[in-house]
């Protein structure tokens, strides 16, 4: 089992910046990768950004040049740098880890992120 709760998020203006924490706790020695989603209402949940245990990312291309994700080494923590906001932006922002061994994926509870034109 694997326990996410993320922080930070909250309201800003386009342009604006924004950092997602995403603490883990748990079996994280088996987390294969870890990333942040989003959904915003009415629309489908999409990956946004994603770390895998080698150190490569992967980012949405409506986002790249303007978030980043990082991780700390231990796994403890997943962050997710978000510059130049837009209103599209706009989702509740939830953090995922896999478990390659086990194939498992593990949900935080999800944090609100809206920004206002």
């Known amino acids: 089992q694997v326990q996410l709760v993320e922080s930070g998020g909250g309201l800003v203006q386009a342009g604006e910046s924004l950092t997602l924490s995403c603490t883990a706790s748990?079996?994280?020695?088996?987390?294969?990768?870890m990333g942040w989603y989003r959904q915003a209402p009415g629309k489908e949940r999409e990956l946004v950004a994603s770390?895998?245990?080698?150190?490569?990312?992967n980012y949405l291309d409506s986002v790249k040049g303007r978030f980043t994700v990082s991780r700390d080494r231990g796994w403890n923590t997943v962050y997710l740098q978000m510059n130049s906001l837009k209103p599209e932006d706009t989702a509740v922002y939830y953090c995922n880890a896999w478990v390659m061994t086990t194939r498992e994926n593990y949900w935080g509870q999800g944090t609100q992120v809206t920004v206002s034109s």
């Open positions: 770390v895998y245990r080698g150190g490569s990312t």
């Open positions: 748990g079996n994280i020695e088996h987390v294969y990768a």
